[in-house]
Structure formats: C-alpha cells, structure tokens
C-alpha cells in the first residue's frame, strides 16, 4: 500500500506538471479555426500554415542563433569562471559565488529593464543583437553553478600528476580536467539553452523578436498555429534532451566495462 501510495503520488505530480503540454499538443490537430474550441477532427493544416508564415519563421531564426550562440559563449565563459572561482580561497569563492547568485535571484523584470537602461545608456540598438548579449549575461551564472560541483568532485592529484609528468598547465587542462567536468559543461550548455528559448519577459525589455515574445503578440489573437509552433518546440527540447541523457547513460556503461 505504500509502494502505491508513492507511485499514485508521483503519478499524480508529473500530471500536474505535463496535463496542460500534453492539451496543447492535442489542440495543435483539432480541425477548428479557434484555438481552444471543441475537438472537430484531425487535421495537420495548421503545421502546414506555420511553415507558410514568415513571422514565425523569422522569430524561429532568432530564437536559434541567438539560444545556440549565447549558449556556447556562456558556456565557455562560465566554464573558465568556474575553474576560477574553485583554485580561489574560501573567502573570496564565497564571495564571488553571492555575487554570482545575485543575477539568479533576481527577478527576471528586474535584470530586463536593467539591460534596457545599460543598452541606452550605451546606445546600443535593442535589435537581435542587444538580445544575444542579455542572453550571454542571465546565461553565464548558470552555467558556473552547473560546473563548480564537478569541479569540486574533480581529484586535483590527477591533474598535478599530469603536470609532474611533464604537461604544461593548458594541456593538462584540456586533456585532463575538461574531460572530468564534461558532464557538468554538458549540464551548463543544455541549461542555457533552455531558459534562452524559455526566456520572455528579459527579451521583451532588450530587442524581442523571438519566439516567446513572437507568441504572447498572437495571444490577443488566438490562432492554432501557434498550438502547433510550441508543440514543436517542446518536441525539439524534449529529443535533444533524451539525445544527451542517452549518450551519457552510454558511456558511464562503456566506463563501468573497463573498470
């Protein structure tokens, strides 16, 4: 009966979180010009007109390069951060990590309209641009907190090992310590990406023109396209995500192997 109880109870979690996904993604076939009306039948007509509006299209172009390119650049940016904060002593790491937490607390509408305020202060255009750059900023502490655990997991013997057996200090980082922390690097990128493609209220103060704020523009307007357009999106995050857990899987049994 407990066993159950904890099954029902889990249950009854991931229904909560994914009813409302799983409606949308039904919605996203009803044959039915009303985004919410009554079921009227099957039909792919609406996929069809998503590839047909050139809206759409462009804020998908946006959203990708600017997910992509904020997310390596924060990537490697909060990596390097990362491996800085750790060789610090206690007291700064400390400190240097409440100031890394600040960003990450911080409301989302607190962080826009201050990247708003720097950009014209700068005179920088709120264009695709100005939106890459406020994604690399909200990106980067992301990304060091998903690493520093690996970092602190990490056997600092390996590495000084490596350095006694002749490696400079760049190689045996490279060759040693990035493999070791991949994982959390792994964690980092995945992250960033998604709460770039996630992000609205910080795009709507610094440039928009993706696809979060391209669908709060239609929602005045209901339209089933726009069903269809986040039932993609949700598909494409949920594949890449089964992609990398199912490569990592691999490879932990390709290590258990050898061991």
């Given at each position: 009966m407990k066993k159950f109880s904890k099954s029902f109870y889990i249950f009854l979690i991931f229904l909560f979180m994914y009813a409302p996904i799983i409606v949308m993604m039904v919605y996203s076939f009803n044959d039915s010009q009303v985004a919410t009306a009554q079921w009227k039948g099957f039909t792919l007509k609406w996929y069809g007109e998503l590839l047909e509006n050139e809206r759409a299209i462009s804020a998908l172009q946006t959203t990708v390069f600017?997910?992509?390119?904020?997310?390596?650049?924060?990537?490697?940016?909060?990596?390097?951060?990362?491996?800085?904060?750790?060789?610090?002593?206690?007291?700064?790491?400390?400190?240097?990590?409440?100031?890394?937490?600040?960003?990450?607390?911080?409301?989302?509408?607190?962080?826009?309209?201050?990247?708003?305020?720097?950009?014209?202060?700068?005179?920088?255009?709120?264009?695709?641009?100005?939106?890459?750059?406020?994604?690399i900023t909200f990106n980067i502490p992301y990304v060091i907190i998903s690493v520093l655990p690996k970092?602190?997991?990490?056997?600092?013997?390996?590495?000084?090992?490596?350095?006694?057996?002749?490696?400079?200090?760049?190689?045996?980082?490279?060759?040693?310590?990035?493999?070791?922390?991949?994982?959390?690097?792994?964690?980092?990128?995945?992250?960033?990406?998604?709460?770039?493609?996630?992000?609205?209220?910080?795009?709507?103060?610094?440039?928009?023109?993706?696809?979060?704020?391209?669908?709060?523009s239609q929602i005045k307007r209901p339209n089933p396209s726009i069903n269809a357009l986040s039932t993609l999106l949700f598909a494409a995050i949920f594949i890449m995500l089964v992609v990398v857990n199912f490569s990592s899987v691999k490879k932990e049994q390709k290590v258990e192997k050898i061991i």
């Open positions: 600017v997910a992509i390119t904020s997310s390596l650049i924060a990537t490697v940016i909060g990596t390097m951060a990362a491996i800085g904060i750790h060789s610090m002593k206690r007291f700064s790491k400390n400190t240097i990590m409440g100031i890394t937490y600040i960003p990450v607390l911080s409301p989302d509408i607190v962080t826009g309209v201050s990247l708003m305020l720097l950009f014209t202060f700068l005179r920088i255009p709120l264009n695709k641009y100005s939106l890459l750059l406020s994604h970092l602190t997991q990490f056997n600092k013997n390996i590495y000084e090992v490596a350095l006694d057996l002749g490696a400079k200090p760049f190689y045996a980082y490279t060759k040693v310590v990035i493999p070791e922390i991949m994982p959390g690097i792994v964690t980092g990128f995945l992250l960033a990406i998604t709460l770039s493609v996630d992000d609205f209220v910080i795009s709507l103060f610094t440039g928009g023109g993706n696809l979060s704020t391209f669908i709060y």
